[in-house]
């Protein structure tokens, strides 16, 4: 989930970027657990994770643009990815959340928050 092109973070190609890029699925799954999401609640995300994926993967793939260029342009997407989910949380599951994109996790890296690990 969480996603500021985590292969950009590792220093990655946008050519080798794809493969280190979580799917929407995989980000839902990690996103299912840690918060512990409802159906209805997944239902409300899912496409949310879906824009900010696909928007991510054409941003790592435009070879025109160098790495900072593309952490910017990424940020206000994940900026308002982040809103629109945290609109669909409880106070309970936004702290799960927050506790969740500040610690170490080895599922996803980097945050919605636009803040890098």
């Known amino acids: 989930m969480f996603a500021i092109t985590m292969a950009e973070q590792q220093g990655t190609t946008a050519g080798s970027a794809k493969g280190n890029l979580p799917s929407a699925k995989e980000q839902l799954e990690v996103l299912s657990q840690k918060p512990n999401l409802a159906g209805d609640q997944q239902a409300k995300i899912k496409p949310v994770l879906e824009q900010l994926h696909d928007v991510t993967l054409r941003l790592m793939e435009d070879n025109s643009l ?47 928050s636009g803040k890098t690990q």
């Open 66 to 112: 160098s790495r900072e260029e593309r952490l910017a342009k990424v940020r206000p997407w994940r900026y308002d990815a982040d809103k629109k989910i945290r609109a669909v949380l409880n106070e309970g599951q936004k702290k799960k959340l927050d506790e969740y994109e500040h610690g170490p996790h080895s599922e996803v890296r980097g945050s919605l």
